[in-house]
Every structure is written in C-alpha cells, then in structure tokens.
C-alpha cells in the first residue's frame, strides 16, 4: 500500500516529527495487533488512541500536499414515479455541480459545494418497527460523513458487542442527537435539492472546529419550502484526554410553525486514568409555539475496565425539547440507568476468551414523575476464541402507554400499563468465516399478547475473493388481543468487484410492513484516482399488486465528476 505525501497535509518544514500507529487483524485466530501496547478493554477503539501511539522522527517529507481540489460533476437521469401529481413516465433530466476542498492551513479544511448532488449513495436499510418510536437511519452521504465526529456532542454513543448483537442497538441510544445532518436535504423520505453550502473543520491548537452552512430549495410533494441550516461547533482540549466544547444549530424555517428554530447547548467528556469517563451536557431549544420545559441535560459515569465494567446516568428531556436539526427518539422524560458488568477471562478453559454476565435497569418517566417504561435486563455471552459469540439474556418490560399506539396496518394497541415479560438468544459467528453473520430468536410475552422472532442479521457469505453476498432477514409473528400479524423483511446486498477501481454492488429489499420491494443497482468506476464514473438504477414496486409487484417508481441515473488538483 502506498500513501502519496500529495493528499497528505502537514506543517512546513524539514523536521517532521508525527504520531502514527498500525493495526494488523488476523481473523483466523482472532487476534488483533497494535504497534504499540493499546489496554485490551479498548478493543477495536484502540486504533483511534493517539495518546498510545509512538512517534515517527527522522521522516524526510517533500513540500506540504496538495491545498486546493475542485471536483465538478456532471448527470443525467430518466425518472418515473407514479405517485407523483402530475405522473411522471421516463421523464429525462439533467444537471451539474462542483465541490471544492481547501486546505486552509495543515488543520483546517474547507468545503464548498454548488448545487450537491448524492445519486451515487447506496438506498436506506429498511428496519421493522414495533416501538412507539421513530426510528435512526444513518447518515451515508460522504459530504456530511467527512468530519462527522468533530460535531458529535455529549459523550456520544458508545456501541460495542454487546449493544450491537443482544439488543440491537446499531446506530443509537436514548439521548437527543443535537446535529443530525440528515435533516439537510431530506424530507419524508424524499430528497430535498441542496442549491449549495459550504464547511470548515479541523483543529488549530487545542480547539477543534466545525462550521456548517447549507441553503435547501423546495420540494412540493413533501411542502418543503427553502430553508438555510447552520451548525457551529466549538470544543477544546483540557486536562490529558478531556474536552469541553459548545454547539449551536439553527434552521431558518422551522418544522411546523413560521419562524425559525435555534438549539443550544455546552457538553463536556471527562477521561480519568485509562477506563474511567464521566459525560455531561445541557441544551435548550427555540421553536416557535413551543416554551417552557425545552431543556435537556444529560450526567453519565462510565467505569470500561476489561474485567469490570458500570455505567450510571440520569437523563432529562423536556416535553418542548424540539431540536429540528438533531434526532429526537422521544421527548418528555427522564431516564435513571444502571448496569453493571462483570467479564472474566478463564484461564483453564482454552476455548473461550471472555465471559460476560451483565445486569441492568431502565428507569424512564414523564416529567410529571409519571412512570412510562422500566426495563430489567439479565445477559450472558461468551466470546470464543475463534471470533463466534453468544449471547442469552432475559428483560422484564413494563411500558405504560398514554394514548393508542398503532403498530401494524389495522391493529392498534390500547391505552394502559402492559407488563411482560421475554428471552433472547443469539449466535454471530466469527468474521473470519466464509459464511458470518449473527442468529437471533425471541420469544415471550408482548402487550397483552405473544411474541416470537427469528433473524439473521450482519451477515456475509463470500462466494469467492471478488463475489460476496450479505443477506438478512427479520420475521416477527405477533399474537394481540386486538389482532395478529406477522412482518417479514428479508435484504440481500451483493458485490462484485470486476478490478480494484471498479466493482458494482446491488440491494434488494422486501419488507412486508410497508408491502414494498426495492432494488438499488450500483456501478462505480474510479477511472483515475479521485474521478469517478456512476451508473445507478433504483425502483420500488407494491408487493400488493397482483402477479408481478407493480412499479411506484423507477429511476436510472448516470453520473461523471473530475477531480483537480491543484
């Protein structure tokens, strides 16, 4: 692998003295190896510890890279779409744009974009939804992912196995996202066009800067009208691995009434010795026809030890809480949340490298000190030393609903305190495997009724070194005094790659609960390092229709963009 000192940018001078660091992962045995010695409760985080890095001297460097990129495109798309009014039927289009990156010093960098287009990004994963909740995509767009990390407030979300494989929690906890940038440029499911918007981050001393700006134009099937977004992050280096920082985001047309909305907030993420944290922040928001109680605060404490592990956190939401550029999973609360955990590494059992025995409790009520939902949760794992884990675990639910909650079609659930009670069991065989993935099934009580649910989610069967098939699939059967159902979503991606700089990837999803089937067929060619050439079709049909599933809407785009160096 070479690295060009071209794309690289670094402070002027003969002298160079860097921190760097290498990872070497060897999936058949498990094993992960850091150049230096990084804590084992790190794990995958280690890679991004700098402070456990050595330094490279001695490194003769030409002059600093590359300071200016302009990268224009240009595309062209047929579209139908049957639900639009009027019809559109192979409706030919065309358009163009640019992006520009400067390298405003070795820390900061600029970012100018006219008239952005994302027709190369890869469709949403659909998710079933059985909470009363709205549910967290991710944000895929490579302009928004580039310094995504200096935005994050608070202490962030903090994943790891066992979120990711027993609950489920891929991209997400409790806590209000105060910058969500998928709020830019999409609406209902629909995109919005980006006329244009400009971004610097990066880091001058011990301060770390975001700075975002970015005016939408109007969408009439969604009722979007133009709209400007900021974002201005600040955050600053105490201590020896703590920050303090403060956040602004503001919309110039908000959600629901005429007017802007603005959010406000100062965080601080605390690192004591090498596994204690503490997390904290406060927020508030403006929104028209919202005030009072529009404050958010958040005190966690998080022990990470290899072997012992505790979190502690009081969260509170207000009920007018309403941060239009951030995520809000639910409002008008306040959560109480412990866990404890203990993991030890058995030296007489040479098969397995960890154990895992982990309690919990979730306490959430509304401000009125009214309780709405308590979770107790009880997990077991096992982490192989071949990579394979297991997990089997127990939660005791109570959740008290306020008004009727609508879960599928024409079944609803009625107001009231529902208690209950179910299992979990999973299996995620090892990555190194040519057929990966992890197992789930579920079973017992929900809402007044039965619950049973089997899933094969993450997975990946590599047919050969270029072919690689990632299937998963959820079916929930759902037994209610007001109706049963059943959903079923079953996702296949597929990749071929033809060359190093050329591969096409395809995404077909069906999802019952929504009786839709999506196909996303992607072609990419790097021509020439940083110019790309794109070849996208995309349609929906409703599985409804008789015989064949009947097409809703249907698009093929072509798009070529040219990267400038200069």
């Known amino acids: 692998m070479a690295i060009p000192f071209k794309s690289l940018r670094y402070r002027t001078g003969a002298s160079q003295i860097w921190g760097i660091n290498f990872q070497r992962n060897v999936a058949s045995t498990n094993e992960t190896s850091f150049l230096t010695p990084i804590p ?17 001297v001695g490194v003769e460097v030409p002059a ?16 139908t779409d049957l639900n639009a009014t009027p019809r559109l039927s192979n409706d030919p289009g065309g358009d163009f744009g640019v992006d520009v990156k400067y390298g405003v010093t070795q820390g900061l960098t600029a970012d100018l974009t006219y008239n952005t287009d994302f027709a190369q990004v890869e469709v949403d994963e659909q998710q079933v939804n059985l909470t009363r909740f709205s549910l967290f995509f991710p944000e895929k767009r490579e302009f928004f992912l580039e310094g995504q990390g200096i935005f994050d407030f608070g202490g962030g979300f903090r994943g790891g196995p066992t979120a990711y494989y027993f609950r489920g929690e891929r991209f997400g906890g409790s806590a209000p996202v105060l910058f969500f940038s998928r709020r830019i440029g999409l609406n209902e499911g629909r995109t919005v066009p980006i006329r244009g918007g400009g971004r610097l981050t990066g880091k001058v001393g011990p301060y770390s800067i975001g700075l975002l700006d970015v005016q939408t134009g109007s969408e009439s099937a969604a009722g979007t009208a133009p709209t400007n977004f900021a974002v201005a992050r600040l955050k600053r280096d105490v201590l020896r691995r703590s920050a303090v920082g403060a956040l602004f985001t503001g919309r110039s047309v908000a959600v629901d009434a005429p007017g802007a909305s603005y959010t406000y907030g100062v965080d601080g993420v605390f690192s004591f010795y090498d596994n204690l944290n503490v997390n904290t922040y406060l927020a508030r928001t403006e929104t028209p026809g919202r005030r009072g109680d529009d404050a958010s605060y958040q005190g966690q404490i998080e022990y990470s030890g290899d072997r012992w592990g505790l979190v502690l956190e009081r969260l509170g939401v207000g009920a007018n809480f309403n941060p239009e550029v951030g995520f809000l999973r639910r409002d008008d609360f306040r959560r109480s949340f412990g866990s404890f955990r203990f993991s030890p590494r058995p030296r007489s059992i040479a098969a397995v ?48 609903l306020k008004k009727p ?5 024409d079944v609803t659930i009625p107001v009231g305190g529902y208690s209950f009670t179910n299992a979990r069991v999973v299996y995620a065989l090892g990555q190194q495997r040519t057929t990966s993935g992890g197992l789930t099934f579920d079973r017992g009580q929900f809402f007044g009724g039965e619950w049973t649910s089997v899933g094969y989610f993450r997975g990946r069967v590599n047919l050969s070194p270029q072919l690689s098939v990632e299937p998963s699939l959820s079916f929930n059967w759902i037994e209610l ?25 395809a995404l077909l999803q069906y999802n019952s609960g929504a009786d839709s089937l999506g196909t996303n067929i992607r072609l990419r060619w790097e021509y ?5 050439l794109f070849v996208v079709y995309t349609d929906e049909r409703d599985t409804l229709t008789p015989r064949f599933p009947g097409l809703e809407n249907r698009a093929l785009v072509v798009k070529f963009n040219r990267l400038f160096r200069f």
């Open 64 to 79: 600093s890279g590359t300071r200016l990129e302009v990268k224009p495109y240009a595309i062209s798309d047929v579209t």
């Open 353 to 400: 490298r960890k154990f895992l025995f982990e309690g919990s409790l979730d306490y959430i009520a509304d401000g009125a000190g009214l309780l709405e939902t308590r979770l107790q949760q009880g997990i077991f794992g096992i982490e192989f030393e071949n990579g394979d884990r297991f997990f089997a675990g127990a939660t005791d639910n109570y959740e008290f």
């Open 528 to 532: 020439q390092p940083g110019s790309e």
């Open 40 to 56: 084992a409760a790190l794990a995958f985080q280690g890679m991004f510890r700098f402070s456990s890095a050595p330094t490279l």
């Open 405 to 409: 909650f609508y879960i599928h079609k």
């Open 481 to 505: 005094p007001q109706g049963d159902f059943t959903t079923e979503l079953l996702a296949a991606r597929t990749t071929y790659t033809l060359t190093p700089r050329m591969f096409v990837a």
